[in-house]
């Protein structure tokens, strides 16, 4: 067989209630749209919270405009579903209305890989809603380069020479590959920083082959204003030289903490869940983290299994949901509300205009005492009492 791609293209077109969810009839407009497609050997459609993912495999190789385009159409038709029942923000995503081949700076998000099936092919997409691409940066680091998390880094001889990352840098536009474990500090210098640098993919120093590749589109530098966060999705190939399944997911059993939640302006634990309990509600959130699991046969999508749906996350679920207390406690006071340079929603430029005039230089020292001095006597002046 050919080398096979697997493509997952998302895009929030309209939110039940608010939000929240996806209404179900946009989902199944958007299974019935890929069904009719002869472009694709398999897919799912799924949702996280109120994104539309669209995992789909097919031979045509990564960026390829048809595919593409299958995506942008089908955003375009489910936006009339959204229409036509008032979905919150119905069409969102779809920033740019100007296709010309390719997702990449129009709003969804794109993440794909080209690779030759291996004998058996795990592979896990997670996907999140109510944070940003860079909320993967702390479990990739996990996953490929932590031997804390990941046996494998020591003990599986094909996993040994450790992995490469592709960082980009989003406010320049540019990108830097790091290899692990030698430039490990150096790395770390940058993932730290989620809002601005984020993983793009990773590859085996061994194997030389693609081993994740994540979404990187940053929305609010697309449209330069407020559009909701760029909720992102991930592919993590496993096994066989790559990290295990359960050390792909090992890292979320610690729920970090991530930018987004209410109005994609605050910080707050990202919670793994089931499918099913991935509908945010409380302040919008807490942000969520779905995994689906998945065979690949011949391109054909074995699965889903839903690798969160286990009881072994219950404890990080619960860490999460008293994180997410101790955080709210925090009301409008940082690092619960975003850095003003993070927050994607915000009043400071009208207000700080409003109150122009009213902002005046603070004084040396000294000058507070001479100031009060001088308007005392003024006063004793005015009103003929004596001071001195
Ligand atoms: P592989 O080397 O076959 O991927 O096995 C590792 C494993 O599954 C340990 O959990
Ligand atoms: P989404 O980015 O998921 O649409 O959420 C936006 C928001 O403002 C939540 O409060
Ligand atoms: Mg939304
Ligand atoms: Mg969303």
Redesign the pocket.
Known sequence: MSKITLSVIKADVGGFVGHGEVHPRMLERSKELLSRSHLLVDFHVTRVGDDINLIMTHERGVDDPEIHGLAWDLFKQVTEVAQDLKQYGAGQDLLVDAFSGNVRGLGPGVCEMEFEERPSEPVIIFMADKTEPGAWNFPLYKIFADPFNTP?LII?NKMHKGFTFEIHDLKHGTRISMDCPEELYDLLMFIGAPGRFVTKAIYSRELGDIAACSTTTKLSLIAGRYVGKDDPSLIVRC???LP?V?EALEPFAFPHLVSGWMRGSHCGPLMPCAVEDARPSRMDGPPRAIALGFQLANGKLIGPRDMFADSGFNKAREMANEMANMMRRQGPFEPHRLHLEEMEYTTMPQIMRRLERRWTAIPEPGETAKELIAAGKAQAQGDGSEID
């Open positions: 494998g599986d096994q066989s030289g295990a359960g």
